[in-house]
């Protein structure tokens, strides 16, 4: 009985979590392109959440000064530095994109040739 639980378990499909991609272990180059994508994606996600939080953080602070140049100053700065910032993230979208469109190339999701 127990034989045939071990055998029916070796049978059992893999399971695959689709959320998580695990690159070709065979090819080393192709799990660093990976996590360089994953990182870049990451950035620009925490980056433009950074952007909307430092955008009302200023705005908020801005509102508040009650005509206290050194605060409406300030205030300035954030919100300048926020859409700077949001700039920098699309130009680095652009960026990518323009690579992916002049080279015929996926940068996020790299595929590799294999060899012949």
Not at 30 to 39: D, E, H, N, Q, V
Not at 66 to 90: C, E, N, P, R, Y
Not at 95 to 114: D, R
Request: no cysteine; net charge neutral.
């Amino acid at each position: 009985m127990i034989s045939k639980l071990l055998a029916a378990a070796g049978d059992a499909p893999e399971i695959i979590n689709k959320a998580i991609t695990i690159p070709d272990a065979t090819d080393p180059g192709k799990g660093l392109a990976f996590y360089i994508a994953s990182l870049w994606q990451t950035v620009v996600t925490v980056g433009g959440i950074a952007f909307i939080i430092y955008l009302v953080w200023g705005g908020i602070e801005y509102l508040t000064s009650g005509g206290d140049k050194t605060k409406i100053d300030d205030a300035q700065k954030k919100i300048t530095s926020s859409v700077i910032g949001v700039g920098i993230l699309v130009a680095s979208y652009a960026i990518t994109y323009f690579i992916q469109a002049v080279f015929k190339i996926n940068i996020l999701k790299p595929i590799f040739p294999s060899a012949l």
